[in-house]
């Protein structure tokens, strides 16, 4: 595709009324950490700002949201996003939950709301017409699908994660759906999330640490990436795997350094949202907290590499 990474002249778009920043979690590999990083965000985002209201929406059918931060069971027929969607209107749906963050309750059955999905700027319009007034995590199935390019719609900021080159690829075909959209590709940030420091992949010159090489790649392919990158920790993961409310990071793995990297890279949200408010053009200032500036990619970079092998697939070294 060799498209070159054109997002600086884009003009902002409008933000919905009432609402200060929305945040989609998207990628089309599982896996990767989209719902932990979601749900664990919106607790830290929460935590340092406290004046700051976050609200959790899945668009995913596995429930884990409603799991984690439900106060109490949820009844049939209380509200959900199926009555959100269809009121166009998420005020009614929103409910207080654990480590006071809102959150939208699941629909029984995603696949229904999908199929009202069809029109990508229908979850942009329902947060325009939502007054409630803070900042909508959107956490997003493992597919580019209708749900998910009504997120990227929505969202004013992106976050993709990678964790390894199947990862990689992946987010290539996110950039790739952001511009067949004539949406900013400025808006998405890579997050390497889920790397195990210690890897390291073979080459002609001996092993070389598997997320130098990663940050090497997205460099080269003028993706605007996120400073802060998420460890891959035994203790976290427990946090989910051992009971069916999951756990905080911030509450229950203090100790690890995926709790010193959620606490920045929230912090790194933040400022970009009090950007964003003040609606300054994001380059310069804004793109440099994120750790980037935009620009062209490298030379043999590339925005929309879907399609294109990695180095190390090229290679057949995985
Ligand atoms: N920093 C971490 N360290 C170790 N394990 C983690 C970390 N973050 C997430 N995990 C674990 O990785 C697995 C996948 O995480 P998660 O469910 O968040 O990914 P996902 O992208 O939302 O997946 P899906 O595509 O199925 O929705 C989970 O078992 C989770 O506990
Ligand atoms: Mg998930």
Not at 237 to 265: F, I, M, N, Q
Not at 287 to 296: D, K, M, Q, V
Request: with cysteine; aromatic share 4%.
């Amino acid at each position: 595709m060799g498209t070159v990474l054109a997002v600086t002249e884009a003009p902002p778009m409008p933000r919905p009324a009432g609402v200060r920043a929305v945040l989609a979690i998207t990628s089309n590999k599982g896996g990767v950490g989209k719902t932990s990083l979601a749900t664990n965000l919106a607790i830290y985002l929460r935590a340092l700002r406290e004046d700051l209201p976050v609200a959790l929406v899945g668009l995913d059918d596995q429930r884990v949201i409603d799991r984690m931060f439900a106060l109490r069971p949820l009844r049939p027929g209380e509200g959900n996003l199926k009555h959100g969607w269809a009121e166009r209107c998420l005020d009614r749906v929103l409910r207080i939950g654990e480590y006071g963050v809102h959150f939208v309750p699941s629909p029984p059955d995603v696949s229904l709301l999908k199929a009202r999905a069809e029109d990508p700027l229908t979850l942009r319009r329902i947060l325009e017409r939502t007054t409630w007034n803070g900042v909508f995590v959107l956490d997003t199935k493992s597919d580019l699908e209708a749900l998910t390019r009504n997120a990227l719609h929505a969202a004013d900021r992106v976050l993709i994660p990678v964790a390894d080159w199947a990862s990689l690829e992946e987010a290539g075909r996110s950039f790739a759906l952001l511009e067949r959209a004539r949406l900013p590709l400025d808006r998405a940030r890579v997050v390497f999330t889920l790397v195990d420091r210690r890897s390291r992949t073979g080459g002609t010159d001996g092993a070389e640490p598997l997320l130098r090489r990663l940050e090497e790649e997205v460099r080269r392919r003028g993706w605007p990436r996120c400073r802060t990158t998420i460890s891959r920790s035994p203790r976290v993961e427990s946090l989910s795997s051992g009971t069916s409310k999951p756990l905080s990071v911030l509450h229950h793995a203090r100790g690890t350094a995926v709790h010193r990297e959620l606490h920045d890279l929230a912090g790194e949200l933040l400022r970009d949202f009090e950007a964003l408010a003040t609606r300054e053009p994001d380059r310069g200032g804004a793109a440099e907290l994120w750790g980037h500036r935009l620009g062209a990619p490298e030379p043999g970079g590339y925005a929309a590499a879907g399609d294109r092998p990695g180095p190390d697939q090229a290679a057949g070294r995985r």
